[in-house]
């Protein structure tokens, strides 16, 4: 991809699954990265040493992305390490599904807190960075449910509609300083979330999606790594969506 090499590209939540295939992805390209994590893990090690192993310096930020105050100091230790921010991929997630008669409160307000209020954050101190220098590209990761809702998960489908909305107004925003604000929405993704479902459910997933196969990390890695390129400087305000076909 053109226009990476050399940027410095902010990822959260990067220290497993789809955070962890976008770190590695645009380290592939040539960005130098700084993972954003909550917590330590052998995992964290290894991604530290396979990013460095294509010749990218990394940096880690440990920082929950739901505090205003950690979103700050996290995008501050990325300028500390390599004096700019270029690409900001705002993927930090949890779920904590429940039929909504039964969901607790403190249930709807953590992922609404980590899953928006984060992604806010991080825009809200990175933008400043980007507008001085009058460039930059924010992919935002929000999903299908955001889209058409998903029954079990009114609070991690209002906060991946919330994305949307963020990612459309904030493109309008700063759009006059060349700064480029997309999402993507994946669809049914390999990943630690989805492999505790019961076989009966991926089953009937699958039947749902006309490409019949369950998408991969690395298929959400490669569109974000394009939108962060310079192919495409004339993209933003979009949401694109990554899930072999289940909405269209």
Request: aromatic share 4%.
């Amino acid at each position: 991809m053109e226009g990476i090499k050399g940027k410095v590209a902010v990822v959260t939540g990067a220290a497993k699954g789809i955070g962890r295939a976008i770190a590695l992805r645009l380290a592939k390209e040539g960005a130098n990265i700084v993972i954003n994590y909550r917590s330590d893990s052998e995992s964290l090690k290894e991604l530290v040493s396979e990013i460095e192993s294509f010749g990218s310096k990394v940096v880690t930020a440990r920082g929950d992305v739901s505090s205003f105050s950690d979103a700050k100091n996290i995008m501050e230790k990325a300028v500390d390490a390599f004096q700019t921010i270029d690409i900001l991929v705002n993927n930090a997630g949890i779920t904590r599904d429940g039929l909504m008669l039964r969901m607790k409160e403190e249930d709807f307000d953590r992922v609404i807190e980590v899953n928006l209020k984060g992604a806010f954050n991080c825009i809200r101190h990175v933008s400043p960075i980007m507008v001085k220098k009058r460039t930059g590209k924010i992919i935002n990761i929000s999903s299908v449910v955001g889209i058409t809702g998903n029954a079990g998960q009114v609070n991690y489908s209002a906060a991946k509609a919330g994305i949307i909305g963020l990612t459309k107004s904030a493109a309008r925003e700063l759009a006059s300083r060349k700064i480029n604000v997309n999402a993507v929405a994946p669809g049914f993704i390999n990943t630690s979330m989805t492999e505790i479902l019961p076989q009966k459910t991926k089953e009937n997933i699958l039947n749902s999606i006309p490409l019949k196969r369950i998408g991969s990390p690395e298929d959400i890695a490669n569109t974000v790594a394009f939108l962060a390129s310079s192919n495409a400087d004339y993209i933003t305000g979009q949401v694109i969506n990554i899930d072999g076909g289940m909405v269209m």
